[in-house]
Structures are given as C-alpha cells and as structure tokens.
C-alpha cells in the first residue's frame, strides 16, 4: 500500500502496524489473525496481505500464555550425540500434528542434565521428553511427580512409578549385529563396552547371549569404551596392537564405530577386508558416503512418536498406568562389514 510507512528495520511488526498498513483497526487485525467471526472476507484478505507484505507473524508463545496453557514439550537432549539430534528432528514432526510445540535444552560438557531440565521447567514446559537420561531414578520419579515425564532410550529396573518409558530392545539389537557377523564367518568378535551409559548394560548383555549361543564363549571379550569417538578410538589402538587381530568389531554406537574406522585407517588396517565394523542407531553419521557402516538401526519416527503420544495423552487426561514401549530395532548392512580374510 504506497505511502504506508515501512515497520523501522529491526524491529519486530506488530498488530498495529499490520492495522495502519492495512487501513483497519488493531481489533479488527485480531479477529482475522485469530481467525474469529466478524471481518468479511475482502477486508480478511486485506490484513492477510498486509501481514504479509511486513512480515508480521502472530506471537503463538504469548497466546498460549494469555490462554494459561503453554503446550510445550520440554525435550533434553544430548548435544554431542547424532542419535539424539535425529530423535528431535522426529518429535518435532509427531508434536506439531498434535498441537504441541517443542522446547529444547541441551547437555553439554559444561551443563548437566539438572540444569537442561530446570531451563524446561522455568519455559513452563507442560510435559517432558528426556533422550538417554541418566539421573538416578528417585530423580526421575521426582519429576514425574510435578509432571508427565517420558524417558526414550532408557531400560529402568525397577520401573519409576509414574514415569513412561520409550525404548529400543538393545539387547536384541546386540543379537542381531552378532548373528550378521557370525553368518559372514566372524568368530572372534570383540563388544567395545558403553560403560554406564543408557543401554550399555542391555547391549552387553545382548552380546554375550548371541555369543554363547553360537558357542564362541571362549571368544566373549568386552573392552572398555563410551558414547564418543574418542571412547572408540582408545578402544581400537587396543586392538591395532594385538596379534593376530580379532576379525569382527561391535562399537556401542556409531560415534564409537567412527573412532575406531578413523585408528583403523590411520593403522592400515583395511575395513571390511582385515576387520569387520558394526555400529549401533543408524545415525544420520553412519549413512554419511565416506562411513557407510553397518548398524543396528533404531526406529526412531516410531520412538519418538511414542513418546510424543505418551506425553500428550498424560495431558489430556489420561489416567491410566505409567507403560513402557519396547521397540524391536533392524539391522542394516552397509560396505563395513564382509567375511572375513582367509
């Protein structure tokens, strides 16, 4: 509309400005952004175009304050882990639909889980979502009594009153990157260990069962390792030095599987060809062309719908039990594992 003033640059248009520039008033603005009874469909249009042409965008956060409902989702994530980066890409997706919004806060080497989820709290977060938590569980269970909580990626024995819980059968998935390797011809298949780290315990576990199964017991061997690729690559310098060298490797997850192709390579130690790799989550890394690992992948549209699902439904009233969800993963094959050399 020529000769309407520009909204000043760096500031951030408001009804008013979407009014004088539509040639309205402010109370009408609101009925159209609001999308209530009461403008005709020529001036609806009218503010619509206005809006448009100053790029006013309607505050949805102060909406839901004015209502006294946030309808926020407070996640806490990792922030150095893949897996939990795809997993908010997922609930992003499973929350809009719903009429939810997300919320994020991230663990970081300088911040803890108690700090990410104090952030959420203080955002007026109706519900939480924790990836991979590791507080102790009275923690959790208090938290779950001030709120719904949904722990994903995380096996809890014994189960915390009130708390949902969303997570892959890591031990199965363990089974499965065994059986890959022992159907290739792999016998002496070494586990690098996840320490305490969610899922640490049921992957090992996996591992030693499909082991024992197909009787390589005299085989199990389990090395210290971790989430990180520095955790992989301690790990790997490890087997680099033996003689003759294990011909099958297990990482705990794919940023673990990295750090050892990453010493592997610098040793010249050929994957798949001397050694085999299996990772774990199909991360976003591991199907990266210049990796391309092999992997158990966790369904994670489906894990973080679940969790989704669960918050919401804890929202909107429902009073039933606190469940748990256990989700059967796949693996995938990819160029780092092969049989192995004669």
Do not use: W
């Amino acid at each position: 509309m020529p000769g309407t003033p520009a909204v000043p640059a760096g500031k951030r248009p408001t009804l008013a400005d979407v009014a004088a520039r539509a040639g309205v008033s402010t109370a009408l603005v609101s009925i159209v952004m609001r999308d209530a009874k009461g403008a005709s469909a020529a001036t609806r249009e009218r503010v619509l175009q206005a809006a448009r042409e100053i790029g006013y965008r309607p505050d949805a956060r102060a909406r839901l304050l004015r209502s006294q409902r946030s309808r926020l989702l407070g996640v806490q994530f990792g922030l150095q882990h893949p897996f939990h980066t795809d997993l908010v890409e997922g609930l992003y997706a499973a929350a809009e639909p719903a009429g939810y919004q997300i919320a994020l806060s991230a663990v970081a080497a300088g911040r803890g889980e108690q700090r990410a989820v104090e952030s959420l709290l203080a955002d007026r977060c109706e519900a939480l979502i924790l990836l991979g938590p590791q507080a102790p569980a009275a923690r959790l269970a208090e938290l779950a009594g001030q709120l719904p909580v949904v722990s994903v990626a995380r096996r809890l024995r014994p189960s915390v009153p009130g708390l949902e819980v969303v997570r892959t059968a890591d031990d199965e998935g363990a089974r499965q990157a065994v059986d890959h390797l022992v159907a290739l011809g792999h016998r002496d298949i070494v586990h690098i260990d996840g320490g305490r780290a969610p899922g640490a315990a049921d992957r090992r576990r996996g591992y030693r069962t499909a082991m024992n199964r197909h009787s390589l017991t005299e085989h199990i061997r389990i090395l210290p390792g971790g989430l990180t690729e520095e955790d992989g690559a301690d790990a790997a310098r490890v087997l680099s030095a033996d003689r003759p060298h294990p011909t099958a490797v297990m990482a705990f997850n794919d940023r673990c599987a990295t750090g050892v192709l990453d010493v592997f390579l610098r040793a010249g130690i050929a994957v798949p060809d001397d050694i085999s790799v299996v990772g774990f989550d199909d991360s976003h890394l591991a199907r990266l062309a210049h990796i391309d690992l092999t992997t158990v992948g966790q369904d994670i549209p489906r894990l973080a719908h679940l969790a989704v699902s669960r918050a919401v439904a804890r929202l909107e009233g429902d009073k039933s039990p606190a469940g748990e969800d256990v989700i059967t993963p796949r693996l995938v094959v990819r160029s780092t594992t092969a049989p192995p050399p004669l």
